[in-house]
């Protein structure tokens, strides 16, 4: 660490840290690396100096605001090492962006994201151990902030936390799924917080997703409006390639227009799809009506949804009204499990994402 680093981030290290776990037994989100970054906030003194330390429990008094209204925001990153051993994250400014906008809805304080990021770095160069050095591994990174004020008053809160935590994730390349079009659950309406990452947004999803698997779907497919605009599927943005009315094969994918999270993955997907030859890459709102449209006229090609968790996830199958409407795969292999372009679109994100495109350096900074 740099000495004007130390002056800036003070670090405290784990004297006992963890085995690592065995590759086969990673699962998502459920083993933590060796530290924690941690920043606290409060009304009067502003920020203090980050913190990181061995991964451990927060203390909470149980009247803290997050506790009962809620308040808190979150990010979803990773690091990935290259072949020649460096760490690198992905667009990592977008997440800090993102999570300033999200703290600012829910009125906890903002924060200095070049600090926060320095910070990022240090604990995932303390803890690059748990990136495996195998293919496809990489390390997920959550940064979350909560209000932490003891009160019951509902206000915004004087008190607040930022901490970071960080777990090992394998490989993924998930098999096609199965989406259940929810047509009476609502994840986010006009006015609503939809294209924010608070956690309010999630814990109502949890029960229409055990409800969509009951009915033999992986995920929800979320809509809106009686018209049933397409929006997001499960955690992930959602994109459709189908040929258009036009005859174009279009890639398209529901709009910023504040219902849906502006996903880092589905903003990098557009950006290197729009530079694949032929195909027309377009944001607007579109329906139910008009994918079912397209899918009996044989002009659906593909369905994908996209994010950082799952990186880009095929879709088999739509349950709309009781009725299954199969999404074609790979109308050329009939063994397929992946879609050509959500494949492509998979691998040449993973090769930025893995540092080995010279075209997109800037996208992947080193710790
Ligand atoms: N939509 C929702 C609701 C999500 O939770 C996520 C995951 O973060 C995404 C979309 C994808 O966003 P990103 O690509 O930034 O991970
Ligand atoms: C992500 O893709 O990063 C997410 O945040 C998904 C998570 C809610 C499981």
């Known amino acids: 660490m740099s000495e004007a680093l130390k002056d800036k981030i003070s670090i405290t290290l784990n004297q006992n840290p963890k085995p690592l776990?065995?590759?086969?037994?990673?699962?998502?989100?459920?083993?933590?690396?060796?530290?924690?970054?941690?920043?606290?906030?409060?009304?009067?003194?502003?920020?203090?100096?980050?913190?990181?330390?061995p991964y451990g429990p927060l203390m909470l008094d149980p009247a803290s605001l997050v506790l009962h209204y809620g308040l808190e925001c979150f990010e979803g990153m990773k690091a990935y090492r290259k072949n020649d051993g460096e760490v690198v994250l992905f667009r990592p400014e977008m997440n800090m962006k993102r999570l300033n906008t999200s703290a600012e809805r829910l009125m906890l304080p903002t924060f200095d994201t070049d600090l926060v990021l320095e910070g990022i770095k240090e604990l995932v160069r303390l803890d690059s151990r748990w990136i495996y050095k195998d293919e496809g591994y990489s390390l997920y990174i959550r940064p979350t902030m909560i209000g932490s004020e003891a009160t019951l008053n509902m206000t915004s809160s004087g008190e607040a936390i930022l901490y970071v935590i960080c777990c090992p994730v394998g490989p993924y390349f998930g098999s096609a799924v199965t989406l259940l079009a929810n047509t009476e659950d609502v994840r986010a309406w006009p006015g609503g917080v939809g294209s924010k990452k608070v956690g309010g947004n999630y814990a109502p999803c949890i029960k229409p997703a055990y409800d969509a698997r009951a009915k033999g779907a992986d995920q929800v497919l979320w809509l809106l409006g009686d018209d049933h605009k397409v929006t997001e599927a499960g955690t992930m943005n959602f994109m459709v390639y189908w040929i258009n009315s036009d005859g174009d094969r279009e890639l398209i994918t529901a709009p910023?227009?504040?219902?849906?999270?502006?996903?880092?993955?589905?903003?990098?997907?557009?950006?290197?799809?729009?530079?694949?030859?032929?195909?027309?890459?377009?944001?607007?709102?579109?329906?139910?009506?008009?994918?079912?449209?397209?899918?009996?006229?044989?002009?659906?090609?593909?369905?994908?949804?996209?994010?950082?968790?799952?990186?880009?996830?095929?879709?088999?199958?739509?349950?709309?009204?009781?009725?299954?409407?199969k999404v074609p795969l790979d109308p050329n292999n009939a063994s397929a499990q992946y879609s050509p372009l959500a494949r492509k679109l998979y691998d040449q994100l993973l090769f930025i994402q893995y540092g080995k495109s010279d075209e997109y350096q800037s996208w992947t900074p080193s710790i």
């Open 21 to 53: 776990i065995p590759k086969e037994e990673i699962t998502f989100g459920k083993y933590f690396t060796d530290h924690m970054l941690e920043m606290r906030w409060s009304a009067k003194g502003g920020w203090k100096k980050p913190e990181i330390k």
């Open 256 to 325: 910023l227009d504040g219902t849906i999270l502006p996903g880092i993955t589905r903003d990098s997907l557009l950006h290197i799809a729009g530079k694949i030859e032929g195909v027309k890459v377009t944001e607007r709102i579109f329906t139910m009506s008009e994918l079912i449209k397209a899918q009996s006229e044989n002009r659906l090609l593909e369905c994908f949804g996209c994010g950082t968790a799952c990186i880009v996830s095929p879709v088999k199958a739509i349950i709309y009204d009781s009725k299954t409407y």
